[in-house]
């Protein structure tokens, strides 16, 4: 089996959070890497920042740029190594609005209606309307995916049925335009979703996300985890330390499931169903073990921070290399379509 290419892709929304790192980009890291027996890579990984994504919620633009290298920051101290995976924005490759025209024809509005990603976007948000180019997210998505001929994109839950719809238009285009020469133009790509793709907020109600302010984000150090952690909201029903607990309803234990060390999460457990273990200690357990993982990351993000014409610069090869990319999928296009013939 030849190598599946990988295109994943997170709007610039500034520095990231633990519901970003364990949701998607831990995973784009460990499939960065991963060598078959013989040495050989599996995938072959691009790595997109959606801005005009950004523009269905917010038409504010002014920290696009902050934000984008913010981002990418925590993308490089996360290990994204920019010799193996390309980082690059959408807006610079103009393939992806060339192509997201063509695919708007291929789907119908009641399609994209449906949703189920957009409807909750809608009602998190309180929107009241909705513009055209936000009802068609997942049509821009697709182009995303689909300019790179992407096989595999590791998401979060909510990105699963974009997914869908990206397959589902893939389907219609080769259904209906064929390559000469190569056939059908483009892949059906499927989804890869983490265990946990859907991180809990502090607040234990929502994911974590930035707009909710209940995040503990990778760029934090000791204190603040600790600080953050000591608002997290465990099990309401136990009260003083040495009330039993119960674990799968505290927002504190599911963090442990992903960062406590496997054979200490049993002790936790019971430690709390027993009641010998206090959230107090709890918390500040749970502390230490985010801090310890995201220690390496700080380290080089402080690194990248004092580089910054260093991060510019990858940016800029990125784009480079994705646009020779889009350039030769889209002269397939073309040719499939027969858009543009001369005689
Ligand atoms: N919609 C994705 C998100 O909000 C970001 C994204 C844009 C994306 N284009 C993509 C993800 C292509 C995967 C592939 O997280």
Redesign the pocket.
Known sequence: MGTLRI?????PTGQLHLGHYTGALESWVQQQNLLTEDGSKVYETCF?I?DY?NLTTSLETGEIYRNTLDMLIDWLAAGIDPEKSPVFR?SQIKEHTELFLLFAMLITSSRLERNPTLKEQVRDLNMESLTYGHLG?PV??AA??LLYK?EV?P??ED?IP?VEITREIARKFNNHYTHPVIGEVFPEPAPIITKFSRLVGLDGKAKMSKSLGNTILLADGPEDVLRKMRTAVTDTAKIRKNDPGHPEACTVFSYHGKFAPPDQLLCIEAGCREGSLGCVDCKKMCAAYISQELEPLIEKRRDYESHIDLVKNILLEGEAKAKVIARNTMQEVRTAMRLGETT
Do not use: E, N
């Open positions: 295109l994943s892709g997170m709007r997109l959606a994504h959408q997210y821009l998505q995303d995916i992407g994109v998401v979060g990105q974009h």
